[in-house]
């Protein structure tokens, strides 16, 4: 029996093991819809906006390492895709996009809707096709998934309204084998970077996400070097957690000083499966051995001595085997004097971020002179309310969060240990992507528990998909960091001396915006019951949001906080009660 396109189309996504495809019907998409609609193991999710469906398609294929799937129809819709694409695309993830298109006889002759779609998605894909025949099927959707899952992009496939309903002539079925290959660099590159190690007195490694499946590797070779680890935000999904007795948290505008004095103090740097961009926050002078499986990523943030292409594992495994090092504990074992100090460093940074964290901080003598510089309404603490999420979140959780403060306050007081998982918009910094990666998240497995840290700002641009976690009671849980500020903008303004403008929000009550959605919301202002509504929120079926008002003026001190910054926050910070007491002056 002749198939449609649409039909080709949807059976091969379900018998390759795509279980959802998010996106908003419309009349291009017809025919998929009506196809996934008949197709058992096929759920089609219903998003309010495109952009939280493609990030939602971008979640599920980081968490899973396959594909995910989301449709846009024609003109608009497909254009509201492409952020969400391009957040996958950053995050080298594979995702099929299906954008819808006018009529085949319609084509280039500037029609109601029409949008070149090859030419849109021409930055964000490495496959985008028109699909002008239904001969060309399934080789061309072949092509698609192939090439997405191979170089983990995004591919885009444009239907026409008009050709999903025609039937093919053939009926072979489509064919994704393919098999991951396994690089190894070129022997002499491993010997030389094994006896540079061998010769270093202090090395500090920075590890990456690319670098999370090997992880005993990489803690044999730690221990083996006795080299403390700074780590990626990506990163502490896999390498935190009492186990990993090297670790030294993160560095950059959102890590700590130990992870700083550990890159500074070393000779050598050994970068395993990071492209971490920052470069102003590389050490410099120091001797640097780079591993990644992509030779684009060699050298191109911090010059490189010895750049070793290939999969992590299997290098580390390569070094180990070539390093004549000792094992600890073994007559000439290198010295453990680096890594303790990083160690001891970092404990003590660690117990003084518990200390901020506590509730009940700002009711001692140190605190009640703290709150009355920067949190004279006595709000919560956003410190704290990481602080108590950790602490009751459940170890096999799936954490989201959106890029700004709320990520912040992630990667210093959420540990992802045991079986937690983390996905953010980390490589594109895009607003308003924690909802919708959390709503795709726990399409995934709607038994465990997905938590997404959500700003204010980034929860408003996509407030609508609310709708969608109560349409499907998808029981993420929503935790509103309701600052009332664009707070790392505001940040970003007074370490550069400027007064804050444009940053405050007139926000709703969040929780009783999704009260009126049908969502559970829970509002808190009261430090002492704070901790009660974080268990309440987890307590509670189905989905959650839980508006928390934290300080507004709470500051993230950088790694390395520098002069300058502090000088530029002291004049922002005059600058500001001068408009304040002008502005007051005025009424």
């Known amino acids: 029996m002749a198939r449609t396109v649409a039909h080709v189309i949807v059976d091969a996504l379900s018998d390759l ?35 939280a469906a493609a990030f939602a398609a971008s979640a599920q294929s980081q968490l899973s390492g396959t594909l995910g799937v989301c449709m846009g129809t024609v003109g608009p819709g497909s254009v509201h895709l492409l952020n969400g694409l391009y957040d996958a695309a950053k995050s080298h993830t594979p995702v099929l996009a299906i954008a819808g298109q006018v009529p085949l006889a319609e084509l280039g002759s500037d029609y ?31 092509t698609a998934v192939r090439t997405a899952l191979g170089r983990k992009g995004v591919a885009v496939l444009t239907v026409p309204g008009d050709l999903g309903e025609r039937e093919l002539s053939g009926d072979r079925p489509a064919r994704f084998s393919l098999n991951a290959p396994l690089s190894r660099p070129d022997e002499s590159a491993v010997r030389q970077a094994a006896e540079t190690l061998d010769s270093a007195e202090r090395i500090t490694l920075l590890v990456g996400r690319g670098a999370r499946a090997a992880r005993d590797d990489v803690l044999a070779l730690a221990d ?21 007795q090297f670790q030294v948290g993160q560095t950059g505008l959102i890590g700590n000083p130990a992870a700083a004095s550990a890159l500074e103090d070393a000779d050598t740097l050994l970068l395993l499966g990071t492209d971490f961009p920052y470069r102003d926050w590389y050490p410099q002078g120091k ?41 600890p504990g073994a007559q000439g074992a290198r010295d453990r004097s680096h890594l303790e100090k990083a160690r001891q460093h970092f404990g003590r940074w660690h117990e003084g971020q518990l200390r901020l964290a506590d509730p009940a901080h700002d009711k001692g003598l140190i605190g009640r002179i703290r709150s009355s510089l920067d949190n004279r309404t006595q709000d919560i603490r956003p410190e704290a309310l990481a602080a108590a999420v950790n602490r009751l979140a459940a170890d096999d959780a799936v954490f989201t969060s959106d890029t700004g403060m709320a990520t912040v306050w992630l990667s210093r007081f959420v540990e992802m240990r045991h079986e937690r998982r983390l996905i953010g918009s980390y490589n594109l910094g895009s607003m308003a992507n924690a909802m919708p990666q959390a709503l795709g998240a726990q399409c995934l ?20 998909d609310l709708m969608t976690l109560k349409t499907h009671q998808l029981p993420v849980k929503l935790i509103v960091f309701n600052n009332r500020r664009l707070g790392m903008v505001k940040l970003e303004q007074e370490q550069a001396g400027l ?45 959650v949001l839980l508006d928390v008002l934290t300080n507004p003026d709470e500051i ?27 502005d007051t002056g005025s009424h």
């Open 287 to 327: 001797t640097v051995i780079q591993v990644d499986s992509e030779a684009i990523h060699i050298g191109r943030r911090v010059p490189v001595d010895i750049g070793l292409v290939g999969d992590t594992g299997a290098t580390v495994r390569d070094l180990l085997r070539h390093l004549s090092t000792p094992a």
């Open 445 to 464: 497995n709607r038994e465990q528990q997905v938590v997404a840290f959500c700003g204010d700002g980034g929860l408003s641009m996509l407030l609508g």
């Open 224 to 244: 083996r070097l006795a080299a403390p680890m700074v780590l990626t935000l990506k990163a502490k999904e896999g390498f935190e957690g009492e186990a990993n």
């Open 17 to 51: 093991g795509v279980r959802q495809v998010f996106g908003v019907v419309g009349d291009a998409l017809n025919p998929l819809t009506d196809a996934i609609r008949t197709t058992e193991d096929l759920e089609w999710v219903g998003c309010r906006h495109e952009e």
């Open 499 to 543: 007064p804050e403008f444009g940053t405050v929000l007139d926000n709703p009550d969040f929780a009783a915006v999704a009260t009126a959605m049908g969502i559970t919301g829970i509002r808190v202002s009261d430090p002492a019951e704070l901790e009660k509504a974080v268990r309440h929120a987890f307590d509670s079926p189905g989905p």
């Open 112 to 142: 109601f809707q029409e949008v070149d779609n090859d030419a849109l998605f021409s930055d964000v894909a490495v496959f985008r096709a028109t699909i002008t025949s239904p001969e060309q099927l399934p080789q061309m959707l072949e």
């Open 556 to 582: 993230a001190v950088p790694a390395k906080p520098t002069v300058e910054q502090g000088w530029g926050f002291a004049v922002a910070k005059v600058k500001e009660i001068v408009r304040s007491h002008g």
